[in-house]
């Protein structure tokens, strides 16, 4: 056994592994203590130790093994011994007995079989109530016991009931929320062609809108250069324009009867007298009118300011 293991020259083993401990810290009593236990294992079962590679890892673990294999030996020997020291008084007891009862002619042969059911019946009880008499009284504390630890279990089982019931309402409102979610998922699903067609026009129009966006900056830029070029600033707004056009309306029903009496003067014999006060006079009138618009814009002007 010891050549499986080791080798074939236990010998050279021991000196291999008296050099391994040195260099590579091998405890070589804690290795033959595991050989040893190996050996006595694979004897017990009348096999061989199969080979391996002894490492500082392998060697720990089965000498840890090793050590409770053997404390738990120990300790099951210690109980087998208990065990059958129990065994050995307990037979000695039924025959010491077995003696009382032949003496008083009480032996089991010689008893009535009913006799003998019934303390067949007695001792089922007895060891079903765990007492080791029979006297009433251990009776009817057994059976008292019983009966708590039947209340005691029937409490327990009240409660385990009742706890299966609220978990029993859990599973069936887990049950049909599962089923709602899984209808839910199913409509989310059916509606995900359609979204994605809704989202592909939505990208389609997105992507007309920048064009369209980037068209009207451009026409934006545009305009407001032609309006910078043509001196447009934020004050001439349309109200100013629109009140300067009413002004300017007002302006021409004034001027047009002037400018009727000019054109009737044009029918007239030249006089040049007449006509350079007439020229006269109207200048004076259109430079008044003139003066007169020039104060509406500045008016208008100022109250848009």
């Not at 294999?69 to 037979?91: F, G, H, L, M, P």
């Not at 008292?144 to 978990?167: G, H, I, N």
């Not at 592909?200 to 966006?213: C, F, G, Q, V, Y």
Request: charged letters at 30%; one cysteine or more.
């Amino acid at each position: 056994m010891s050549d499986i293991v080791g080798g074939p020259d236990p010998s050279a083993i021991t000196s291999v592994t008296a050099e391994s401990s040195k260099t590579t810290g091998f405890d070589a009593n804690r290795i033959s203590e595991v050989k040893a236990w190996l050996t006595s294992q694979f004897d017990a079962v009348g096999k061989d130790v199969p080979d391996f590679e002894y490492t500082p890892r392998s060697i720990a673990e089965l000498h840890k093994i090793a050590t409770l294999s053997q404390a738990k030996t120990q300790a099951s020997a210690i109980v087998a011994n208990d065990y059958r020291q129990k065994a050995a008084e307990y037979r000695s007891q039924a025959a010491r007995i077995r003696e009382i009862l032949e003496s008083v002619g009480l032996a089991q042969e010689s008893l009535p079989s009913n006799v003998v059911s019934s303390a067949h019946v007695l001792a089922k009880v007895a060891n079903l109530l765990d007492v080791r008499d029979t006297e009433l009284s251990s009776f009817l504390v057994a059976v008292a016991d019983l009966s708590l630890r039947k209340t005691a279990v029937e409490e327990k089982r009240a409660k385990v009931q009742q706890e299966s019931k609220v978990l029993l309402e859990y599973t069936r409102k887990a049950i049909a929320r599962l089923t709602y979610l899984k209808r839910t998922l199913s409509q989310l699903e059916d509606d995900i062609a359609p979204c994605e067609a809704q989202m592909e026009n939505w990208k389609t129009n997105l992507a007309i809108m920048e064009s369209k966006e980037r068209q009207y900056l451009q026409e934006y830029g545009y305009y407001k250069a032609v309006l910078n070029r043509v001196g447009y600033t934020p004050e001439i707004s349309h109200g100013v324009l629109v009140e300067m056009a009413e002004h300017k309306k007002d302006l021409e029903k004034k001027t047009k009867p002037i400018l009727d009496t000019l054109r009737s003067y044009q029918d007239l014999p030249p006089d040049k007298a007449l006509a350079a006060l007439a020229i006269e006079d109207k200048k004076r009138q259109y430079a008044a009118a003139e003066k007169y618009l020039e104060d509406v814009l500045q008016s208008a002007l100022a109250s848009s300011e």
